[in-house]
């Protein structure tokens, strides 16, 4: 994977997540979300999930063009979407909640990770791969969503060993002065993913940012997109918002420029079909209010909650926050809510 080089003042990426290995593999802590699955990643206490030894059947699907993997038995093993490196896997139920926000729960045994590069049709049959599958396939280290949560409602702060905070409950931004705490724009945003971690940030191109103290610990939503998939999982960052080799800074230069695959193009307004979406996907919204100007916000889709609608993860102003909750508006995409009814486009990456 491309990663991009921290400056000789902060750890590396290797250094932050191979000192934070013990607390990261706990996954997450059961005050904001619940994992059923036994310590030897075989499977939950319930039996929902055994890794299959007995062979693999690989299926080609149009819409977006991808291959599906099945067990003998018929169960969806994975899927691989061409030109994207998001890797969805079967795995453990998990159980993802937010009591304080939001009575909704989301129960999943979709694990999101990320393949070393893009899926292209036949790669099944490459040497790299079928020693890779079996491997991810029983992996229980956190993954995408798993991470994203380490920085939710009640997660608690996670430390490499130099001391750097590298996960724990974020924020989205300072106060600003003059705005209501009623306003969508009471916190500022302009937080990214080095402003939460305190520490300057070099890019590929040799572009260094420098950390705002006043946002130490904050994330507005491009920026936890970036924490969680560049920062955590390894994905390229660059630091504009014009075409680059990764996740560009804002929302809108993410949803329009950023690799992968365009899911659901923006037409100006809201789509009438969603069924594509899968978990892991990052989904694009226009809401501003009072200054609608194309795509402003994005969050992580996670799946149909327990009243079957489809339910994202974001960091938003109202939560002070990543959130999966109904603050200010339904972190759904159906129905007639805010966020719904703002929902303009989706990308797989």
Known sequence: MGTDSTPRRGPSRRQVLGAGAVLAAAGAVTGYARHYFSPDGTGDPHGDFRVPTDGYHFERHRTPARTVVRAADGRVLATFTDGARTAVLAGPTRTWSEPRTTRAVVHSNAWVRLMPEEWRPGHERTRGFREWFPKVLADR???????????????????????LRYAGKAHFGPRVPGQSSWSFH???EKSDFYDYLGVPWTFQDGTRK??????YGDVDCSGFMRLVWGYRMGYPLHATNTPGPGLPRRAYAIAS??????LIPNTGRRPADISLLQPG?????????GRPHGIDHCGIYLGPDDNGHPRFYSSRSKANGPTMG???GRATLDGDGFYAQGLRMARRL
């Open 281 to 289: 996907d990052l989904v694009f919204f226009a809401i501003d209010i």
């Open 141 to 163: 280290s956190p993954d995408v969503i798993g991470t994203a949560f380490q920085y939710g409602d009640g997660a608690p702060d996670r430390r490499a060993a130099s001391g």
């Open 326 to 328: 109904d603050l200010a």
């Open 186 to 188: 009471y916190l500022d």
């Open 257 to 262: 420029r950023a690799p992968g695959v365009l």
């Open 210 to 215: 420098e950390p705002e103290k006043a946002r």
